[in-house]
């Protein structure tokens, strides 16, 4: 099966993109990894399906690298610059994902405004706390994010007997000056250290609104920085919620599976 593909990034996390608006490709888990495989495959964090919508501009169809589905925050702004590319939508979007119906806008810089869907629920778990943004959070704060052993302590807590058995991912914060932070994830799905993750970033920042901070937080992460705009409810809930940055497609090609 010949497949054609296009390859985004988004901060670093990055994507198989493949245009399914006729419905002509469905993946198995084991073809999903083949295809996401960074030796024997194109090499991504995950795939994406760009598919038609009975009332919205586009479905999007996300899988994480092991094939499981999940909300991608990341993924969504990479799918949201392809889908324009498409001729699917000009500066402003509405589409379907994993949690439901979002809205996007394309700024002039070429940069991903996304609208994440409103957080109703915040667990404290000791100095940790538990947001889920359309993908399940644990959040941990330390002082030296970056000499931080991400995937030792990540992989412990996403196999932890709390998180099972569907498990978490997890992000390390570090509070930084100016109302901005730092954010390392492990990945469920990935099982690896990524160079973003757009929920993640997402539920960082609103875990740091607990330590003073305000909207927009700006994120530092290992592929770039983003930023956080939100809303804070009553008892710890949270509404208009966006998450900005950059997605930009790298290049484009032909897949034997």
């Known amino acids: 099966m010949k497949i054609h593909f296009h390859k985004y990034e988004a901060t670093g996390n990055d994507f198989v993109m493949i245009d399914n608006r006729k419905g002509t490709f469905s993946f198995s888990s084991a073809q999903i990894q083949k295809i996401c495989d960074r030796r024997f495959g194109v090499g991504a964090d995950g795939l994406i399906l760009i598919e038609k919508h009975p009332e919205l501009d586009f479905n999007l169809n996300y899988y994480n690298s092991d094939g499981s589905q999940s909300l991608c925050g990341n993924g969504s702004r990479a799918a949201v610059q392809m889908a324009a590319s498409l001729g699917l939508l000009t500066n402003k979007t509405e589409f379907n994902a994993y949690d439901g119906a979002h809205q996007a806008e394309l700024l002039n810089t070429g940069i991903v405004r996304l609208k994440m869907n409103p957080v109703t629920d915040v667990k404290k778990i000791g100095d940790d706390y538990f947001i889920n943004t359309g993908s399940p959070h644990h959040l941990k704060f330390v002082e030296k994010v970056d000499d931080y052993p991400v995937f030792e302590q990540g992989r412990k807590i996403r196999y932890s007997e709390n998180y099972k058995p569907a498990g978490t991912n997890v992000n390390f914060i570090q509070l930084l000056e100016n109302n901005s932070i730092s954010v390392r994830t492990y990945e469920r799905g990935v099982e690896d250290e990524t160079y973003s993750c757009g929920t993640g970033v997402t539920a960082a920042s ?31 809930t949270f509404g208009d919620i966006f998450l900005i940055g950059p997605a930009k497609m790298v290049f484009e090609g032909d897949l034997e599976l």
């Open 206 to 236: 609103l875990a740091a609104s607990f330590h003073g901070f305000t909207s927009p937080v700006q994120v530092k992460v290992k592929g770039g920085n983003l930023s956080v705009e939100f809303k804070i409810g009553q008892a710890g």
